[in-house]
């Protein structure tokens, strides 16, 4: 998989949006970014995956940048429900996925 | 739609007991399917990986086995746990090369 980087841990105020980067500079061309989150004991959920253009759901917000190195994940009104660890995933094209550690993020009361 | 299953929610075992969890996938044919092992506090860790029946890759070596013996079905075994074999267990599938769908997962304690 395509090297991705993210903060270890982030907080943000319940109410606010929530923006958690990526890293993924040595993306290529065909290998889109995936977005996943774990709550507790939970199974991971997708959230949302794009290629070069921005998209969005009812979910997040992808934005990737013109040179497609790094990515944001935009939760606009975070919830405490939002808590939980997100993934940012760049799949070598035909290959497995690969967790990494994500993002832990806490949002607060 | 889609739906994936996996059981038991919890299970306790003790060490040198055997294993077998099961995964089944509806509403889809010829997925991929995976088993993926988070212990405690820890990032997931793929395990096995099928592309068809009868079609299993091992990642890692380890104390366990898994087997495909239908188009939905996933199974996770083991024949002797180990304390280390704790941990939360996941199944998920994949259509072509779209995203994963992950079941609820089992939490295994080997005691």
């Known amino acids: 998989d395509a090297k991705t980087t993210q903060p270890t841990s982030m907080d943000c105020a319940e109410g606010r949006a929530a923006n958690l980067p990526c890293n993924h500079s040595t993306i290529s061309g065909n290998e889109y970014v995936y977005w996943y989150r774990q709550i507790h004991s939970q199974g991971p959920q997708y959230i949302i995956h794009g290629l070069k253009n921005n998209e969005t759901n009812e979910m997040a917000s992808l934005i990737i940048t013109e040179d497609r190195k790094s990515s944001t994940l935009i939760l606009p009104h975070a919830t405490l429900r939002d808590t939980a660890v997100y993934y940012c995933?760049?799949?070598?094209?035909?290959?497995?996925?690969?967790f990494g550690p994500g993002t832990r993020l806490s949002v607060l009361p | 739609s889609q739906t994936i299953h996996q059981w038991p929610a919890t299970l306790v075992q003790p060490v040198g007991s055997p294993l077998s969890l099961e995964c089944t996938v509806e509403g889809t044919s010829n997925p991929n399917l995976y088993w993926y092992r988070q212990a405690a506090g820890r990032g997931l860790q793929l395990l096995f990986y099928?592309?068809?029946?009868?079609?299993i890759s091992s990642e890692v070596p380890q104390n366990l086995s898994a087997s495909r013996p239908q188009d939905r079905q996933f199974i996770l075994s083991s024949k002797k746990l180990l304390l280390s074999d704790s941990g939360f267990y996941l199944c998920?599938?994949?259509?072509?090369?779209?995203?994963?769908?992950f079941g609820s997962g089992t939490r295994l304690t080997v005691v």
């Open positions: 998920a599938w994949r259509q072509g090369d779209g995203g994963y769908t």
């Open positions: 995933i760049v799949p070598n094209y035909g290959q497995n996925f690969v």
């Open positions: 099928s592309v068809g029946i009868g079609q």
